[in-house]
């Protein structure tokens, strides 16, 4: 059974562009969230999604980011006209969140680490 | 708002010996996780405890919660280099989604 997927693994981009970062949970899992880790620094919650649904953003900037997870594919962070301060790791993680289960711990992908120039 | 704070944030410490990393959170959490992280890797799930007094161990690690303390501590005996890694401990509140993460700390052991 697949870990959490992510990709792609490093992604560079210019100043202005834009970023789209993939996360394929746990088969299973209808959960996503989203955090970024800059470096030296904890990981800061972004966003929580179940499958069409945005159940809490209160994590994420309001302007330049948006968030998604569709009924088939993966969820999509998405980062438009990057700046240099948005250069970070941002891990997805997934939960089954099931009746009898709901304090099962996150499983985590193994992140896309975002470089701006 | 729940905020969650770890100390120390930097651990340097000889083979062999016991240290303990502490976790304090603010508000009332009905879980509280820890994790760990090597460079450059994703976040590996170590202990989830969920009641007041809990203790789980594994191998030379073991972890505790005090839910009327609202403090958590991980607990490392005789260490040795492999457990150099970054620590998280997180926690969540009932009837919201949200795991928040403490800062981590940064465990070096040398040998």
């Known amino acids: 059974n697949a870990g959490v997927m992510q990709n792609p693994r490093h992604l560079v981009r210019r100043r202005g562009q834009e970023a789209r970062l993939r996360c394929s949970p746990v088969?299973?899992?209808?959960?996503v969230y989203w955090y970024r880790q800059l470096p030296e620094e904890g990981l800061k919650f972004m966003v929580y999604l179940q499958k069409e649904n945005i159940i809490d953003e209160s994590g994420m900037p309001k302007e330049r980011f948006s968030a998604e997870f569709p009924k088939e594919g993966p969820s999509i962070l998405r980062i438009q006209q990057v700046v240099r301060g948005d250069s970070a790791a941002y891990f997805c993680?997934?939960?089954?969140?099931?009746?009898?289960?709901?304090?099962?711990?996150?499983?985590f992908g193994n992140g896309t680490r975002l470089t701006v120039t | 708002e729940l905020k969650v704070e770890q100390n120390p944030l930097f651990l340097s410490m000889q083979e062999g010996k016991n240290y303990t990393i502490y976790c304090n959170y603010s508000?009332?959490?009905?879980?509280l996780y820890w994790y760990r992280q090597d460079p450059g890797k994703s976040l590996e799930s170590l202990f989830v405890l969920l009641s007041n007094g809990a203790v789980k161990q594994e191998g030379r690690l073991m972890a505790s919660l005090d839910t009327k303390a609202r403090l958590s501590t991980l607990h490392i005996t005789a260490a040795v280099h492999d457990l150099s890694a970054t620590y998280f401990c997180a926690a969540g509140t009932s009837g919201t989604y949200k795991y928040i993460f403490g800062t981590g700390t940064r465990l070096k052991v040398l040998a």
């Open positions: 993680a997934s939960s089954p969140r099931i009746t009898g289960d709901e304090h099962s711990p996150l499983h």
């Open positions: 088969k299973g899992h209808s959960h």
């Open positions: 508000t009332t959490s009905d879980r």
